[in-house]
């Protein structure tokens, strides 16, 4: 049974940082995208960041520059660094695991965890 488990949000300053992470289980490691997912307008969800099997990387234009999508294939742990945050980063953060690579179609939701920038 996959689960995903965040954790590391919590409440900064405009400019200050804060690094989450996604806990997977039920799966082997490794050959998967992943991804990181906030709420938008209407129900829906944005993508911020992908990571793919082979560790190369993609984000929004939002958060270039600002944010950093990792792995731990050992721990089989994901993270989102988030650097220079600003108040309308405030939002719900999903982590997510696909079931294709390109594109990454994503299967597996966590329940999220909130960050609030002021």
């Known amino acids: 049974h996959v689960q995903l488990v965040e954790s590391g949000g919590g409440s900064v300053q405009a400019g200050g940082s804060l690094r989450l992470s996604c806990a997977g289980s039920?799966?082997?490691?490794?050959?998967?995208?992943m991804g990181w997912f906030r709420q938008t307008p209407g129900n829906g969800r944005e993508r911020v960041a992908t990571?793919?099997?082979?560790?190369?990387?993609s984000y929004a234009d939002s958060v270039k520059g600002r944010f950093t999508i990792s792995k731990d294939n050992a721990k089989n742990t994901l993270y989102l660094r988030m650097d220079s945050l600003k108040p309308e980063d405030t939002d719900t953060y999903y982590c997510?695991?696909?079931?294709?690579?390109?594109?990454?179609?994503?299967?597996?939701w966590g329940q999220g965890t909130q960050v609030t920038v002021s």
């Open positions: 039920g799966y082997a490691s490794g050959g998967y995208c």
């Open positions: 997510a695991r696909g079931v294709t690579n390109i594109p990454c179609v994503y299967r597996y």
């Open positions: 990571i793919y099997s082979d560790g190369s990387t």
